[in-house]
Antibody, heavy 120, light 112 residues
Framework: EVQLLESGGGLVEPGGSLRLSCAAS????????MSWVRQAPGKGLEWVSR????????GYADSVKGRFTISRDNSKNTLYLQMNSLRAEDTAIYYC?????????????WGRGTLVTVSS | EIVMTQTPLSLSVTPGQPASISCKSS???????????LYWYLQKPGQSPQLLIY???NRFSGVPDRFSGSGSGTDFTLKISRVEADDVGVYYC?????????FGGGTKVEIK
């Protein structure tokens, strides 16, 4: 059974940093593209970033480019999102999601999400 | 960036009746590999999104055959043949033909 468990969310002041983690199990983590997708309170879904299974071919939404860094540790089956220079508009539930096929970005399984609140 | 436009914004459906949601993309979602990267998700209240349909018309594992997807190029449709109470939530279309991945604004489905 595929499981994705996010952690690391919380309350942070504007300009601060957080590191999100996503522990994966139930599939061969190293072969799948993984993404982060966020959802602001009461709003729709916004893709944030993706990384291929090998750790290459990384992409970011313009809204986070230069501030967020996606990475993965295939030996630990874990996906990360380092978030710096956080802004109020980054407040959202952050989901990690697994690509539906190897080398395909479109997600099939999603985690339950972790809430990030940026406020003073 | 590819803009995804969903209609209607909301839908109120009598159980057992059909429902249909439209999704239009600002450019073709047909990739050079011959596949069309259009997905449909349902986000039930208080839950994470769950995949219903991938690549226009392929039902994901465990998705009832009441759900079907169709379309090509820039015009796509999700159909529910007989709506059940468990189908309530917000439906999103999404494209992964190119980065950034983009979602439609969502269609909220309620039961009458």
């Amino acid at each position: 059974e595929v499981q994705l468990l996010e952690s690391g969310g919380g309350l942070v002041e504007p300009g601060g940093s957080l590191r999100l983690s996503c522990a994966a199990s139930g599939f061969t983590f190293s072969t799948y593209t993984m993404s982060w997708v966020r959802q602001a309170p009461g709003k729709g879904l916004e893709w944030v970033s993706r990384i291929r299974g090998s750790g290459s071919n990384i992409g970011y939404a313009d809204s986070v480019k230069g501030r967020f860094t996606i990475s993965r540790d295939n030996s630990k089956n874990t996906l990360y999102l380092q978030m710096n220079s956080l802004r109020a508009e980054d407040t959202a539930i952050y989901y990690c999601a697994k690509g539906v096929h190897v080398a395909v970005t479109g997600p099939d399984y999603w985690g339950r999400g972790t809430l990030v609140t940026v406020s003073s | 960036e590819i803009v995804m436009t969903q209609t209607p914004l909301s839908l109120s459906v009598t159980p057992g009746q059909p429902a249909s949601i439209s999704c239009k993309s600002s450019q073709s979602l047909l990739y050079s590999d011959g596949k069309t990267y259009l997905y449909w998700y349902l986000q039930k209240p208080g839950q994470s999104p769950q995949l219903l349909i991938y690549e226009v018309s392929n039902r994901f594992s465990g998705v009832p055959d009441r759900f079907s997807g169709s379309g090509s190029g820039t015009d796509f449709t999700l159909k529910i043949s007989r709506v059940e109470a468990d189908d309530v939530g917000v439906y999103y279309c999404m494209q992964s033909m190119q980065l950034p991945l983009t979602f439609g604004g969502g269609t909220k489905v309620e039961i009458k």
